[in-house]
């Protein structure tokens, strides 16, 4: 896992998962399959909130590493991640299985 240094901008994470999202929606467009490219959405959440809670920093909505543990931002940050990574889960599963 990376671990996230204070006041550093981690933007390019960000473009790389939506690069990777974008390419697994037009694969799976093309080869007529179930749309597989939700379950980045999660995984990217799952990844962003274990390295910051390995690093005891948090990311802001600019991608940048601008909290550190201890704050109450750090906290409500965390807070919305973990909300996040359980509804995007959620989103996953109705979007493979139930809404067929």
Do not use: N
């Not at 240094?5 to 974008?22: D, K, Q």
């Not at 093309?30 to 809670?53: D, I, N």
């Amino acid at each position: 896992m990376f671990r996230l240094e204070l006041g550093r901008s981690y933007l390019w994470w960000f473009l790389v998962f939506l690069a990777g999202w974008v390419a697994g929606i037009v694969s799976g467009a093309f080869l007529g399959g179930r749309m597989w490219a939700v379950l980045m959405l999660p995984a990217v959440m799952a990844f962003v909130l274990s390295c910051e809670l390995r690093s005891g920093v948090a990311l802001d909505s600019w991608w940048r590493a601008s909290y550190a543990k201890g704050t109450w931002q750090y906290g409500a940050l965390i807070a919305w991640h973990v909300t996040g990574l359980v509804l995007l889960v959620g989103l996953s599963y109705v979007a493979l299985f139930i809404a067929d």
